[in-house]
């Protein structure tokens, strides 16, 4: 029974998304900014960025990504919830218990939320491995990634904001992505980035960051090479942490440094088709490196059987490589999120706009506030706060 257990495939069977519905063209931003275009397009690889309206939070983020892909089957048999931000709305109850009611989730389950950092929905994915392996009588685990990147107006952060959420069912027999193990991870207290509990903007030691970024990578890919024994050609592709592009670029750079031409190329292609959403979505912090995934699922040429390594990175920092192999049907279960549509019925802001939704706070005084609907094409809404509740439809 070990023996079976050890062999049986668990990862994730469906993959949902959801961005809100505006969104600023960083061509704007930087003649707003009197910056070369270049500078954000090529410099930092992003496009465009997704802006957060005052109906929308974590919590309605994550109901939307997470809907459109869950049948009634699925909502009664899952037995655990694990939210995964670093955007929380309580300092004490879990996202995870909104969204169980939202979206009518089985309440004979655990339901937490996670947090560390960019990292925070790696952790609940591997969470959710070890859980099915350890319960032979639980069926399904639903992870969830939410996050708004806030870093300020006129900072030198403000070109890498955005928001997003990236839901996963995760299963025994997964239909999209099998999980291989082990992987290898690294953990090591630095202040690269944090936000404390009195700000609603993060800071950032930004060069500093970069470079610990590339220095886990390294640290975790060579432990991976040690317990497995892969070489870098045994990967069809590799799939990073994408707050900006750029940052991602650099990642793929430093592995593929001694490889020939012909491999860096095959790898270069797959990781710009990988980052397409990534580049029109901006950093959505836990979702990153997922929504890079779904990018790569919907937009890419891969077969069933590639092998896929991924690199999970949390400042403060954690780092985690891994991997994972396509299974026969991940090109229809990958097209349930239908993300051409919801990028396509977008409304694009003005730079003014922008700035306005950006100034646009819920309270912090326990003041009553009715918000009337902003996002049209949303599920689910946050529309008011009262009583020291906020209130959702």
Known sequence: MIEEMSLEKIGIDKIGFYTPEFYLDLADLAQARAVDPNKFKIGIGQDEQAVLPLDQDVVTMAANASAPILAPKDRSEIDLIIFASESGIDQSKAGALYLQRLLGLNQSARAFEIKEACYGATAGLQMAYDHLAAHPDSQKVLVVAADVARYGLETAGEVTQGAGAVSMLVTRAPRILALSQPTAYFSEEIMDFWRPNYSDTAFAEGKYSTEQYLRFLEIVWHDYQQKTKTQLTDFAALLFHIPFTKLGLK????????????????????????????????????????????????????SAGAKLGLFSYGSGAVGEFFAGELQSNFESMSQLADVETLLAQRQKLTVAEYERLFKQTLPIDGSTLTIDPISQHAQFRLTGISGHQRQYK
């Open 251 to 302: 990642g793929l750079c430093q592995m593929t440094a001694d490889a020939d031409q012909e491999t860096k190329a095959r790898f270069l292609q797959v990781f710009e088709t990988a980052t397409i959403y990534n580049r029109q979505v901006g950093n959505i912090y836990t979702g990153s490196l997922y929504l890079s995934l779904l990018s790569l699922l919907q937009k890419g040429d891969l």
